[in-house]
């Protein structure tokens, strides 16, 4: 199965930068669509971003043009480098993961289209 495991959060100041990594395991090919989701504290899990199989990208209209996602597959590693960061950015982190042989995944970023889920790792805005 695969298993996922996110690193990089912390706690930052507004504007600052943060780069996530998420290193994945137990993946026999590349037909997967990859994502990052983010919980703020008491709040619904939303989508963040993802990357599909061929490596078209989607980003959420809250985070765009200041977070980009991108794997590295010879590593087996999503990355979300955030920059501009603000207050309300605070949440926790997760990267997820779906086996997906062709389509976009901005059609469904939705949490319960994901089936692999890291821990999450805590990223703080002041």
């Known amino acids: 199965h695969v298993q996922l495991v996110e690193s990089g959060g912390g706690s930052v100041q507004a504007g600052g930068s943060l780069r996530l990594s998420c290193a994945t395991s137990?993946?026999?090919?590349?037909?997967?669509?990859l994502a990052w989701f983010r919980q703020p504290p008491g709040k619904e899990r939303e989508g963040v971003a993802c990357?599909?199989?061929?490596?078209?990208?989607f980003t959420a209209d809250s985070v765009k043009d200041r977070f980009t996602i991108s794997k590295d597959n010879d590593k087996n590693t999503l990355y979300l480098q955030m920059n501009m960061l603000k207050p309300e950015d605070t949440a926790m982190y997760f990267c997820?993961?779906?086996?997906?042989?062709?389509?976009?995944?901005?059609?469904?970023?939705?949490?319960?289209?994901?089936?692999?889920w890291g821990q999450g790792t805590q990223v703080t805005v002041s």
């Open positions: 997820a993961a779906v086996g997906r042989t062709t389509g976009y995944c901005y059609y469904s970023l939705s949490p319960d289209e994901y089936v692999f």
């Open positions: 137990g993946r026999s090919n590349e037909n997967y669509f």
């Open positions: 990357i599909d199989t061929d490596g078209s990208t």
